[in-house]
């Protein structure tokens, strides 16, 4: 079955670094999600994109995030100076246009440290 | 301000009982309403709901929504230890965006 691949599965980076969250969808999907899900609480939208672009981003979502579909199948989350309250899962998640469910990727376990 | 409210929040049973957990929501622009199951990692789809009063089964677990009352219930009859886990509802709006609520953490207890 069709897999969500993210990587790394686990990333510690020190506070003010920059990191990369890497995640490559379902290869004929079109609609590309993050989630996060800070430990004991509830799995939180980031942004949506779709055909290149952003549909929609959350209040999380601020100028220190941006996402990227630099080719054809890689989709990623940039988080340009990491706060300790970044720390949490992180989830990729891809839909195509029929009416099922969304494939989340295994997750990024990010410790800003 | 869109709502999804999820009841109860944490549930233990005993293997063998039926569980009913719910879903209320107030979004605009819905679409459908989907059932993830989330154990260690990352949710895993269960239902998507899309019409109101068709009910969808799969195994021992089944759904069904109310678009007039916007609510959902999330049944397992039978439950076993494998059952334990947070189940999460979330709209999906027409955009395809989706939220999810806080969940329902089900333990259950041989």
């Known amino acids: 079955e069709p897999e969500v691949t993210q990587t790394p599965s686990h990333q510690v980076t020190q506070m003010g670094q920059e990191v990369i969250l890497r995640c490559v969808p379902i290869?004929?999907?079109?609609?590309f999600y993050w989630y996060r899900q800070i430990l004991g609480q509830k799995v939180e939208f980031l942004v949506s994109?779709?055909?290149?672009?952003?549909?929609?981003k959350s209040e999380i979502f601020d100028d220190q995030f941006s996402v990227e579909r630099p080719d054809g199948s890689n989709f990623t989350l940039k988080i340009r100076s990491t706060k300790l309250e970044d720390s949490a899962m992180y989830f990729c998640?891809?839909?195509?246009?029929?009416?099922?469910?969304?494939?989340f990727g295994s997750g990024t376990r990010l410790t800003v440290v | 301000e869109d709502k999804v409210v999820q009841s109860p929040l944490s549930l233990v049973v005993h293997e063998g009982d039926t569980v009913t957990l719910n879903c209320s929501y107030e979004?605009?622009?819905?679409?459908?309403l989907l059932w993830y199951k989330q154990e260690k990692k990352a949710p895993t789809f269960l239902f998507m709901l899309?019409?109101?009063?068709i009910e969808k089964k799969s195994g021992r677990l089944s759904s069904i929504l109310d678009k007039k009352e916007l609510f959902s219930i999330l049944n397992i009859t039978a439950t076993q230890t494998g059952d334990s886990a947070v189940y999460l509802c979330?709209?999906?709006?027409?955009?395809?965006?989706?939220?999810f609520g806080a969940g329902t953490r089900l333990t259950v207890k041989p």
């Open positions: 998640a891809s839909l195509d246009r029929s009416e099922g469910g969304y494939t």
């Open positions: 290869s004929n999907h079109l609609y």
């Open positions: 994109f779709y055909n290149n672009e952003i549909s929609e």
């Open positions: 979004v605009t622009n819905f679409r459908s």
């Open positions: 899309t019409s109101s009063g």
């Open positions: 979330a709209p999906r709006y027409n955009n395809n965006d989706m939220r």
